[in-house]
């Protein structure tokens, strides 16, 4: 591929964070340049709950178009997050987007949740594209995993490795015949038949101790490591060095794009690593963003909504404390304080916001009151038994409502509060409210400064003594 516009990119480049001091300019007409994202798990888009939020793959797309003189595309594995039926749709639209688009990328890697889809299925998705799989065999015909891609960029040859590390914890699952070669035997099976001279790039799905074990064991060494550590939510500011080897960070969620010119040197690989935010990535129809890419999310979403994917997934798991969802309004009679604190929080309110959400094509324009994501943060118990399944079927869990932070309350209720909940969020309150309220909904949640938003208690005299339970 001929570059575009060296001066750009140079300058780029001399403004990131280069690891390195400057490389003699003999070197830089050798540098590859690779555009590396993270694990995506599921997050095509931004939910548009906060202001502010980065990534999407239509964002990405329209970036990749802008700076067109990339030679290599590189996506992480996990492109979900879980294994359930939207999962699976959500796995296909983003392969459409990756590889049948204006930037077709040349190498994908495999996690684990990858290998928790059904098997048969993700094997189905990605047929035809280059999946990079050294460290797993499998003897299935349909296995679309290949050791190694390799390409040639401007007479330098750059091999692409992938390592899964270990199988997913509930492997080796029904008739997916996986199996983990350890990384040594895996690695020389990769860099079969490899020049010397070949630039060899080895992407990690692991943690990032695991990660800097596997630099000090492999032989030759690789000249970029790309750890996909989904403890990084952000790439890391700047790529490591161990024994020699760069280690780049490329984070998770596809917010960020790690931006990397490698070339090998006499003294070793050295890399260039710019971050390219990706900003002003709305869910809206007019927000920016590659126009192709949106079209095809929207049919993801239509597609959603017209094979209700939403009543599909409800009611699938037993609830987490064996009892079963009543309904806010059955708590009223005995917390009429509580009750009236909640009504008035913007938690008795979550489902209308989705409405209002979809009804404003301004903001939205899509069937977000079909899709399950975000249907599952703004109501009661989705995806457990007796749990929301649709605003007509349970309007009583249409909010975020008392059992969502309590769990199900029937048993609590019959029983006139001896069999207890339990579950108060109490002692270290933010987990309770974190599970939604997380760095991308809720970017500036301090637990101190909501909780008195929303602060409520036992009745005066509610509690009982130890041993003075309310007679059967
Ligand atoms: C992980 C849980 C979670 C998911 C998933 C989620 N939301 Fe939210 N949403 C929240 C929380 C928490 C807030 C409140 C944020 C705050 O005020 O700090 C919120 C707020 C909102 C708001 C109000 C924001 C405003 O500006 O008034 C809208 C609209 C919304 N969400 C729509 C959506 C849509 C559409 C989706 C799916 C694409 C979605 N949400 C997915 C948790 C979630
Ligand atoms: C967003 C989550 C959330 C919602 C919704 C919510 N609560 Fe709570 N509730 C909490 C947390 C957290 C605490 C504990 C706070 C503390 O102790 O500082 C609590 C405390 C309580 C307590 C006191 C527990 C005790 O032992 O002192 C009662 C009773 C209660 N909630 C009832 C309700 C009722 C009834 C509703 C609905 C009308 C409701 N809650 C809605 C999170 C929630
Ligand atoms: C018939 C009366 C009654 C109803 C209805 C009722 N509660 Fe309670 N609740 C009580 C009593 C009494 C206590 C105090 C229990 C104790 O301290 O022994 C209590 C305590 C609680 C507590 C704190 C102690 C615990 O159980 O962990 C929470 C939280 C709570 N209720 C939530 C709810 C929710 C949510 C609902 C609706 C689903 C609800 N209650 C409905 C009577 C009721
Ligand atoms: C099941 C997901 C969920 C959980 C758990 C949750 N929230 Fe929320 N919260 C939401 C959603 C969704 C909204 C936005 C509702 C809307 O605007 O319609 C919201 C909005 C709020 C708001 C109003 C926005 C503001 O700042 O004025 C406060 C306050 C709040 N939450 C506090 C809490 C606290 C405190 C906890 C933990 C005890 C908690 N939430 C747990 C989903 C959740």
Redesign the pocket.
Known sequence: MIRTCLPLWFLLAACGRPADPPAAPAAIADRIRLVVSGSLLGRLEPCGCAGGQLGGLARRLQHLGEQRSHDLLVEGGDLVAGATELDLRKAYTALAVLFDMQHPYDALGVGRNDLALPFAEWCALLQGRPVVATDLRCAEPGWPGVPFVEKDVRGTKVRILSFTVRLPADAPRDGAPVRIVPPVEAYALGLRGADPATLRVLLVHDGDLRTRELVTVLQPKPDLVLCFDHGYTDPGPRPERLDGVPIAFPGTRGRMLLDLTLARLPEGPRLGQEIVPLVGSRTLPGGGGDPDVKQMLLSHREQVRADSVLAAMAEQRPTANGSTY???R??E???PT?YAAWQKSRHAQAWQTLERAEAEPKRYGWPVTAYPDCVGCHVVGYGERSGFVGPAATPHLAAVG??TC?GA??A??ES???V?????GAGTPSPACVACHDAEQSPDFVYGDRWPKIEHA?EPG???APGQ??PK
Do not use: M
């Open positions: 009543t309904g806010s059955a708590c009679s005995c917390h509580a008392c059992e309590h309350g029937l609590h209720v006139d509060g001896e207890r909940l339990g579950k108060v036992l509610q509690r009982r339970g309310a």
